[in-house]
């Protein structure tokens, strides 16, 4: 699933001045939508790019759009704000006399936004979720139980975009039931909770992996290789680094060169990550040669505990260099190894904490993560492949 973060600033919000403040910190915070009124939605292009939400305000009939500026058209049409979404108008006894749904029905309008008053409107986001692309659903005196409900039975029927004024409840909305809201609509003016809230989208986003340790066997000198230094565009933390080895069904975890070093200065954006031969783990669960990387493109950025984040590529330094080969035994008495820099800076993680490839001795725990299956092209496949 992929999440997202919708801001609003439609009238509700204040004059324009005001709305312009809230949408320029949701564009620099890397907010997706941006939720306006239709009047609006030039000056948004304006400011800079970003997917555009719009309430309609006219009376839903098909707008042509080689009559009008393309530029002035959103990205999704929202009914729903003074009708029967919000309460303005009162909901129909029988759904199929409604207003708003009608203008979805005849795709007048890409998205349904209803207050959830009572267990009424609750049934009426339901219905929207039937025909709209996005349901957007706010609650009034907010509790998660309708959120649960609506989660629990729209399924993949549509894009789920739950209200929130803050991170703490832009988190909640993202965990409830385990599987969370698709989307999260903002409002807050708070630049600072604005970027709290795209952080919490990030996190949500990102895969989390179970690492092991395994039993170090050997580690001995393996002559001079073709080494590559993966210098990515993020300062990873101490604790950070990457996954990489000679075999795809066991990643090691190499540590980035944060630490300080009396030969090296610390190389906090740098993962000493092996010969040009060893895959390293990418975003999308892939592999690719470490040969293979280029500026631009991501790799997968890993703590100790398995949490990740994506990573983009500056360069890939490729030199000759002396180079040690490391092999461990895994709890279920397989056999994986990589190439690694014979050098004092580079580290890997073991049970006793970072330590220099130079000082690993038979017998100490490094962190791996293991996998199944081989990769052809850098994609899981169901095939035997041995690797040795």
């Known amino acids: 699933m992929t999440r997202s973060v919708w801001l609003k600033a439609d009238d509700a919000v204040g004059d324009w001045e005001t709305r312009k403040r809230r949408i320029t910190a949701g564009l620099e915070a890397g907010v ?163 970027r709290r809230t795209v952080e919490v989208r990030d996190a949500a986003e990102r895969e989390r992996l179970d690492l092991a340790y395994a039993t170090v066997t050997s580690v001995e000198e393996a002559g001079s290789a073709d080494r590559v230094c993966v210098d990515t565009g993020s300062l990873m933390d101490d604790d950070e680094g990457m996954l990489v080895g000679s075999m795809s069904r066991g990643l090691f975890f190499v540590h980035a060169e944060t630490a300080e070093s009396p030969y090296v200065a610390s190389r906090p954006f740098r993962v000493n990550a092996g010969a040009v031969h060893a895959y390293v783990r990418t975003p999308d669960g892939g592999t690719k040669y470490l040969s293979e990387l280029s500026s631009g493109d991501e790799v997968q950025v890993v703590d100790r505990e398995g949490h990740t984040r994506t990573a983009v590529v500056g360069r890939a330094k490729i030199e000759k260099r002396p180079m040690f080969r490391v092999e461990v035994e895994t709890e279920d008495g397989d056999r994986i190894e990589t190439l690694l820099q014979n050098a004092e800076t580079i580290k890997v993680s073991t049970s006793e904490g970072r330590t220099a490839v130079t000082d690993l001795e038979a017998g100490d725990e490094v962190l791996v993560y293991l996998q199944e299956g081989g990769r052809h092209f850098g994609e899981s496949i169901e095939e035997r492949i041995i690797e040795k």
Do not use: C, M
């Open 32 to 194: 997706d939508w941006v939720l306006v009124d239709d009047a609006d939605v030039e000056r948004v292009r304006e400011l800079g790019a970003v997917n555009v939400a719009a309430f309609r305000t006219d009376d839903g009939d098909v707008i042509d759009d080689a009559e009008g500026d393309e530029d002035a058209e959103p990205d999704a049409y929202v009914v729903g704000k003074d009708g029967e979404g919000d309460g303005t108008v009162d909901l129909p006894e029988d759904f199929s006399g409604s207003a708003d749904l009608s203008t979805i029905r005849r795709g007048n309008a890409d998205a349904a936004y209803v207050r959830i008053l009572d267990e009424r409107y609750e049934a009426f986001a339901e219905e929207a979720a039937a025909d709209a692309d996005h349901t957007i659903v706010v609650g009034e005196d907010w509790t998660i139980i309708p959120l649960e409900n609506l989660i629990a039975r729209i399924g993949d029927e549509t894009t789920l975009v739950a209200g929130v004024e803050s991170s703490e409840e832009a988190e909640t909305a993202f965990e409830t039931l385990d599987i969370g809201a698709d989307a999260v609509l903002l409002d807050s003016d708070d630049p600072d909770e604005i």
